[in-house]
């Protein structure tokens, strides 16, 4: 059976997936770049789009070596790449469309966007457990991202200047590009461009708030849910776009590029490696790749703008893991960012202990529940585990459609408020709201194996 739909931008042709009722649309093209230069929109192609299998990723890290010889890659690894084979590109800006099988133009249903996470240098959106999510069959459109990642999508420097004044931030201008594409072209695969929902975990968590944050993104999206990575700290704030030249200026000057345009166009393999030397001999930059203040997307730091009221006000959805990477500042972050929204919204804790290891909820564990994925996991999974994601799913599923995690069939989940101060806990045979005990998640945080990427 064909698979074809007529978008504003010309035909497409997806293919029936690997779950039975939900046909996927891979790898379509949502927007073109240069190096160092932002994206421009797709608007049109000739054919028929051949959107029968995923895109490339963009070039990363994990590009030029082998993951299963560098140890502390090896986890997740295993977890979610083992046995998957990527092609990793600058030509890289596609997304993933998951439908219901006879869906059609006018069904308006409403949309989950998924902004993957890898701490802006690694990950795509077609890894395990994004890789077909079940959400489709609950009524629901999924699609997932790729975006330019390391010095590729955040090299910050006063000499790219671009003639609008824009420094930076490549990446998260994919991301907010796809938006524009998605809603432009969605309706044609039966979604709402009125109802839909941005989510990512960790670094995905991180361009969530972002883009909640950003004037450039009114009315490109009504909801957004953050795993492991929302809400703000100063520990985590910001930084202003001059804290990184040192950084980038100094991966010029081991490349051995006298000027901008030969920095341009060396090797990829030339970057990645001159950039990978350059962060290590720069010191005080925590995370040498990722979003900045630049006075148009991001326009301050996270604490000033939530302190001043002007982030996106919308209903959120906001969590941790027990066992996460800073998890007493995750779950604070958290109940924080709640705290302070005018519409209301609802804060989680994951604390299930996944089989096949004594590792409790790592960080990102919670994405096998959420998307449905988690039979794609090595690990024995059990009738439990089933029950888990179908629980989580059944929440996710209400809130994208209502803005409200809640309904007759689920144990009530409380907004977190600032008279309410518990929050839903999802694991170990139980799911319902209770106060996180923040000593727990100090007692994890120096006696656990602290597993993320």
Same mark, same amino acid.
């Given at each position: 059976?064909?698979?074809i ?5 010309g035909?497409v042709?997806g293919?029936?997936s690997k779950?039975?009722?939900i046909?996927?649309?891979?790898g379509?093209?949502?927007?073109t ?7 421009e929109?797709v608007t %049109?192609?000739?054919g028929?789009y051949?959107?029968?299998k995923?895109g ?6 994990r590009s030029?070596?082998?993951e299963e010889e560098?140890k502390?890659?090896?986890?997740y690894?295993n ?15 596609f997304?993933?469309?998951?439908v ?8 308006n249903l409403?949309v ?5 996470g890898?701490?802006?240098?690694g990950?795509?959106?077609?890894e %395990?457990h ?10 629901v459109i999924a699609v997932t991202i790729?975006?330019r990642?390391?010095?590729?999508g955040?090299m910050?420097?006063e000499?790219l200047?671009d003639k ?5 931030n ?6 907010m ?10 309706s044609?695969f ?7 929902t941005?989510?990512g975990?960790?670094?995905?968590a ?7 944050m950003?004037p450039?993104?009114?009315g490109l999206?009504?909801k957004?849910v953050?795993?492991?990575?929302g809400?703000v ?15 980038f200026?100094?991966?010029?000057e081991i490349a051995?590029?006298?000027t901008?345009e030969?920095?341009k ?9 001159s ?7 720069? =010191?005080?930059v925590?995370?040498p790749?990722s ?6 997307l @991001? @326009?301050?730091?996270g @604490?000033?703008i939530?302190k001043e009221n002007k982030?996106? =006000?919308i209903?959120?959805m906001?969590g941790?893991?027990?066992e996460?990477m ?5 779950a604070?972050?958290a109940?924080k960012?709640?705290?302070?929204q005018? @519409?209301p919204?609802y804060?989680y804790?994951?604390?299930?202990q996944l089989?096949?290891d ?9 994405l096998?529940?959420f998307f449905g ?7 024995p999974?059990?009738e439990?585990?089933? =029950?888990l994601? %179908? ?7 209400n809130f994208v459609?209502?803005?409200n995690?809640n309904?007759?069939n689920?144990?009530v ?5 600032k008279?309410?101060?518990r ?7 139980f799911v ?5 005990k923040t000593m727990?998640l100090?007692?994890?945080?120096f006696?656990?194996?602290?597993v993320?990427?």
């Amino acid at each position: 059976m064909e698979y074809i739909i007529n978008t504003p931008c010309g035909k497409v042709q997806g293919v029936k997936s690997k779950n039975e009722g939900i046909v996927a649309f891979k790898g379509i093209r949502y927007a073109t770049s240069k190096r160092f230069e932002y994206p421009e929109l797709v608007t %049109k192609w000739e054919g028929i789009y051949n959107a029968t299998k995923y895109g490339a990723c963009s070039y990363q890290p994990r590009s030029f070596y082998n993951e299963e010889e560098v140890k502390e890659k090896v986890f997740y690894y295993n977890e979610f790449r083992k046995g998957e084979s990527y092609e990793y590109s600058e030509d890289c800006l596609f997304l993933n469309v998951f439908v219901k099988e006879n869906v059609k133009e006018g069904d308006n249903l409403p949309v989950v966007v998924y902004i993957h996470g890898g701490g802006f240098k690694g990950g795509c959106g077609h890894e %395990k457990h994004f890789d077909e999510p079940m959400w489709p069959l609950y009524d629901v459109i999924a699609v997932t991202i790729n975006y330019r990642l390391g010095p590729l999508g955040f090299m910050s420097m006063e000499e790219l200047k671009d003639k609008e004044g824009k420094i930076g931030n490549y990446g998260l201008y994919d991301q907010m590009t796809a938006l524009k594409w998605i809603q432009e072209n969605i309706s044609s695969f039966g979604g709402d461009k009125n109802n839909i929902t941005i989510m990512g975990q960790s670094a995905g968590a991180m361009s969530v708030q972002q883009l909640c944050m950003s004037p450039l993104t009114e009315g490109l999206f009504h909801k957004a849910v953050m795993s492991s990575g929302g809400g703000v700290h100063k520990i985590l704030s910001t930084p202003n776009k001059e804290k990184y030249y040192e950084v980038f200026k100094k991966t010029m000057e081991i490349a051995n590029c006298s000027t901008v345009e030969e920095f341009k166009n060396i090797p990829v393999e030339l970057l990645f490696s001159s950039w990978n030397k350059a962060r290590k001999e720069v =010191k005080g930059v925590m995370m040498p790749a990722s979003p900045v203040i630049n006075g148009d997307l @991001i @326009i301050d730091n996270g @604490i000033n703008i939530l302190k001043e009221n002007k982030h996106h =006000k919308i209903p959120y959805m906001i969590g941790s893991n027990s066992e996460d990477m800073m998890s007493p500042f995750m779950a604070s972050m958290a109940r924080k960012w709640c705290k302070k929204q005018e @519409i209301p919204s609802y804060c989680y804790m994951f604390n299930h202990q996944l089989p096949g290891d004594n590792n409790g909820a790592w960080h990102s564990s919670d994405l096998w529940y959420f998307f449905g994925t988690h039979r794609n996991s090595w690990r024995p999974m059990q009738e439990e585990d089933d =029950k888990l994601s %179908k629980t989580m799913i059944d929440y996710l599923i209400n809130f994208v459609k209502n803005g409200n995690p809640n309904n007759d069939n689920l144990p009530v989940w409380q907004p977190t408020n600032k008279k309410q101060k518990r929050v839903m806990h999802f694991g170990n045979g139980f799911v319902g709201m209770k106060k996180t005990k923040t000593m727990k998640l100090w007692y994890n945080l120096f006696t656990k194996n602290s597993v993320g990427e």
